[in-house]
């Protein structure tokens, strides 16, 4: 796994965490309803996570809040 280290600012990094939430949200909500659509559930998955983290990140008490999936592998 190849890891990159990006700076941010707090203010980008919020931003970039609430546009990922509201994705993950239309893509696990939204987009099922919609005819021939496809899901992922690994995908989702692994995004939850990362959302987690972001938010993680911005509040240390994100944690309790937010559930975590598990990825398999």
């Known amino acids: 796994m ?3 280290t ?3 600012t707090i203010r980008e990094l919020q931003l970039l965490t609430t546009l990922a939430s509201d ?3 239309r893509r696990e909500f939204i987009d099922p309803k919609m005819p021939g659509h496809k899901s992922n559930s690994e ?3 692994l995004a939850k996570v990362l959302v987690a983290r972001l938010q993680t990140s ?3 008490n994100a944690a ?4 975590t999936a598990r990825i398999a592998g």
């Open 23 to 25: 994705q993950l949200f």
């Open 6 to 8: 990006i700076k941010l």
């Open 64 to 67: 309790r809040r937010t559930p």
């Open 43 to 45: 995908e989702i998955s």
């Open 2 to 4: 190849t890891l990159i």
């Open 58 to 60: 911005l509040d240390p």
